[in-house]
């Protein structure tokens, strides 16, 4: 954490207020320079009161997803967060700590991105401090074929972390989306680099459409898209949601490392909204029609054929039959 950050924890853990020369002797400065760490976090947002005679006590934090606003909600072993204002792409950002040895874990988190990327290619639209656009570092032992496990297993958490506002019921629809009311609220895309047979790392990116107003979606996603602030009719904390999804994926990114995908199977079934549903597939081989059975072991999506025999897609764009 930077200084301005470790203040505000302090301050926030804090029952009473903490005076300057406290502060300062825990950062190893002067009391000059709290005063001006001080005046920086006030300029940020954050409403900090000066008691006489008491110190410094914290009565109001922006809504952003920092370290210090993190903190609080931060259960796991995944504490290491980059936060930013405003970037291209958090998925460009972390690839290039992936590069540079980023340990496991290691979470971007950026208020904007100007160029977020969603599955495809497709743009991910990104407004400024109403949602979540992150990315993390992963490096399981897997082989590169096992990896778009990854993006489902995401998916499970995405769904159990949301499941937990209440009035919510997050489905998922196969390969990576998280839906609410039929409408998309997350997504999620996974990238890595690897040799033949071994993977560097792998950048999981997760986008979750937290608070933004209707207005915030571009006219073409206004029927397909929403947010949980739309859902619910209220805003919700999004540094609380934020944390219970890093929870989430820590937990069962750990499950599937020890027992595979066999491990959340079960759960991610238990989210699909595809199982039992007439769809059409678009795949590299072509385009099918079928009732999804459910997933295979290794995650592939089990279709019935009209012709009574069944397949696996290992990817492709589902749309269910109208």
């Not at 972390?161 to 998922?172: D, I, Q």
């Amino acid at each position: 954490m930077t200084p301005g950050e470790r203040i505000v924890a302090w301050l926030r853990a804090s029952t009473a207020p903490l005076s300057g020369e406290e502060l300062a002797r825990r950062l190893g400065c002067s009391r000059a320079a709290v005063w001006k760490q001080i005046g920086a976090l006030r300029r940020l947002g954050y409403r900090i009161e000066a008691r006489r005679a008491h110190g410094y006590a914290l009565a109001a934090a922006p809504d952003r997803l920092g370290p210090a606003e993190l903190a609080p909600h931060l259960a796991g072993r995944w504490r290491d967060i980059r936060w930013l204002a405003e970037t291209d792409s958090t998925q460009r950002v972390a690839r290039e700590l992936g590069r540079a040895g980023a340990p496991e874990g290691t979470v971007v988190i950026a208020e904007a991105q100007t160029a977020g990327r969603g599955r495809l290619g497709r743009t991910w639209h990104s407004p400024r401090g109403v949602n979540l656009y992150c990315s993390i570092v992963l490096r399981p032992a897997l082989s590169p074929a096992a990896v778009p496990q990854v993006a489902l297993v995401a998916g499970v958490a995405a769904a159990a972390a949301l499941a937990e506002t209440p009035g919510l019921a997050p489905r998922l629809k196969w390969p990576n989306d998280v839906l609410i009311d039929g409408r998309k609220v997350a997504g999620i895309l996974t990238e890595m680099e690897a040799e033949v047979e071994r993977v560097h790392h792998v950048i999981l990116g997760i986008g979750v459409n937290l608070n933004a107003p209707r207005a915030a979606f571009p006219p073409a996603l206004r029927e397909r898209a929403t947010s949980l602030f739309l859902a619910t009719g209220r805003r919700v904390d999004r540094a609380a949601v934020t944390g219970r999804l890093l929870a989430a994926l820590e937990a069962r990114y750990g499950r599937f490392l020890e027992g595979g995908f066999e491990a959340v199977r079960a759960e991610w079934e238990s989210y699909s909204c595809l199982t039992g549903t007439d769809v059409r597939v678009a795949s590299a081989e072509g385009e099918m029609a079928g009732r999804v059975l459910g997933l295979d072991t290794d995650g592939a999506l089990m279709l019935a054929r009209p012709d009574g025999t069944s397949t696996r897609i290992v990817a492709g764009e589902v749309t269910v039959r109208g």
